[in-house]
């Protein structure tokens, strides 16, 4: 028992040395006895496990030292029996050294001491630099809808206080509010290229940015897209439709027929596979490419299919027409001579059935203004049937005849087949010889075509009998071009030797 009571006196003894310093201690530091201190107050900024020493010296000797980290005593130079934190060393000259500092060791070191001249204080301090750390809520990943609003917090630490600063997909946003250390983001979710990487960005000179992230995957309603609106077919051949879906989450996608199911079997199959997208931000996006296989095209088979893609959010179609129409009809540049009251015409057509007919439609518009202001209507030609030039192919040339001089026209034309009409062919402009002011003139002009079939029954005006006379029809297109170039060439050959 005799050992025991000794430790019990000896901390008792400690307890009451260490309530006497702190009740002894003077926190003045005034000018007076700043003069007194040969050392200067210091705050030393260092890292962890490095070793720090606080000088602490004054310009006439002292009697005594004692130090102390805000109100809790660390060493007196009186009581040397007097137990000392550890990793705290006093040297005689008075000054303070702390090996391996700690994180904990930041804060303000007092040095008092006692000499003849009187009682002074000085005041140190360690601030120990620690490199940021970071914490982001919510962690890894998120999922939220168009429309949807999220508030992502992060909160960092470190010595001195971090810097934070936000980025998605690399770009900087600015935060929605501040308190210390803690930063809110809040993003109104309104597109999905809002998806990809959140990151929470702290920093304070020490050591590298610490980071912390999460992923926002946006939910959306199906997008389809229909890489071939018009599928070009003929009975008893083999017929792929083929609609790409991209959605999240994965959407399911049936086939309809004139908005019936499609009856998968022997007669049609469905099969599916996904696009392979170097995606880093959109790695959850499920784009899929989905076809509708018709093995062999009847007569009943021909008409609209719809692709219906629907997932959680919404459900969404795309149309794809099949047919065994003609493709629409191209107009092809015709470098032959062109009169001032005639122009020769050339396109092309495509057709897995001959064509039976064509039906040419053109009139006269202002040449100095290429809007639709103040135009004639539309007059319609029945043309003859073509025979194929080159397979498939269809090239017809025509010539118009009977035209104003130094007029401007626009044309267009559609082709039939035994399953009906092409679609209008887009319109393009033409001018005939002498002065005319044609801003933007090519015969290739994509001008869009704003009328329906239905607009060009209603405007089309039968005068073909007043010009059938002044017209007249080429078939087969090698031939009709051979004539143009040659006439064109002719009378180039008579200009020059007329000038000579």
């Known amino acids: 028992m005799q050992p025991y009571k000794c430790s019990v006196l000896r901390c008792l003894f400690v307890a009451l040395i260490l309530g006497q310093v702190q009740a002894e201690l003077d926190f003045n530091n005034d000018l007076d006895n700043s003069q007194k201190f040969k050392s200067i107050p210091t705050t030393v900024k260092t890292y ?29 130079s009186r009581h040397p029996e007097m137990p000392k934190p550890d990793r705290v060393m006093l040297w005689p000259n008075g000054s303070l050294q ?75 946003l600015q935060p929605h509010r501040s308190s210390g250390n803690r930063q809110s983001l809040v993003l109104d979710i309104k597109s999905r290229n809002q998806a990809g990487l959140i990151e929470c960005v702290a920093s304070n000179g020490v050591g590298e940015a610490a980071v912390a992230n999460v992923y926002l995957h946006v939910l959306f309603s199906p997008e389809v897209v229909i890489p071939q609106p018009v599928v070009y077919t003929k009975l008893g051949s083999r017929a792929h439709l083929e609609c790409i879906v991209e959605a999240a989450p994965a959407a399911a996608v049936k086939w309809f027929h004139h908005g019936l199911p499609v009856a998968l079997g022997a007669h049609s199959t469905s099969h599916e596979s996904e696009l392979q997208m170097n995606r880093s931000v959109d790695h959850y996006v499920n784009a899929v490419r989905h076809t509708l296989v018709v093995k062999t095209v009847r007569n009943a088979d021909m008409g609209q299919y719809e692709c219906r893609a629907s997932n959680a959010i919404s459900l969404k179609t795309g149309s794809i027409e099949l047919t065994g129409r003609p493709m629409p009809c191209l107009f092809k540049i015709n470098p032959g001579t062109q009169s001032s ?18 039906k ?40 118009l005849h009977g035209l104003q001089p130094a007029s401007l026209y626009e044309v267009s034309v559609l082709a039939r087949n035994s399953f009906g009409w092409s679609d ?15 801003p933007n003139y090519s015969t290739e002009s994509e001008l869009q075509d704003d009328l329906t079939d239905e607009d060009f029954q209603n405007e089309i005006t039968q005068r073909s009998d007043v010009l059938s006379a002044s017209m007249m029809f080429n078939s087969g297109s090698v031939y009709g071009h051979e004539v143009s170039v040659l006439i064109y060439s002719m009378c180039l050959i008579k200009l020059l030797l007329s000038i000579s």
């Open 360 to 399: 040419l439609k053109f009139r006269q518009i202002p040449s100095n203004n290429v809007t639709r202001q103040i135009r004639t209507n539309w007059t319609e030609l029945t043309i003859p049937q073509a025979q194929a030039s080159n397979g498939l192919i269809y090239i017809t040339t025509y010539t």
């Open 48 to 76: 962890e496990n490095d070793t720090v020493q606080l000088p602490c010296t004054l310009r006439t000797p002292f009697r005594y030292v004692r130090w102390h980290r805000d109100d809790v005593a660390l060493v007196d």
């Open 424 to 438: 209008n062919s887009k319109i393009v402009r033409f001018a005939t010889g002498g002065e005319v002011e044609l």
């Open 98 to 172: 702390v090996a391996n500092v700690q994180a904990s060791d930041t804060g303000d070191y007092y040095c008092e001491m006692n000499s003849d001249s009187g009682h002074v204080v000085q005041q140190h301090a360690i601030e120990v630099q620690m490199a940021p750390q970071v914490r982001i809520e919510p962690s890894d990943l998120t999922e939220q809808r168009i429309g949807a609003t999220i508030e992502v917090v992060c909160e960092a630490q470190g010595v001195p206080q971090p810097l934070i600063t936000w980025r998605l997909n690399g770009n900087v």
């Open 341 to 358: 009251t005639s122009h020769v015409l050339v396109w092309q057509t495509e057709s897995l059935l001959p064509i039976m007919e064509f």
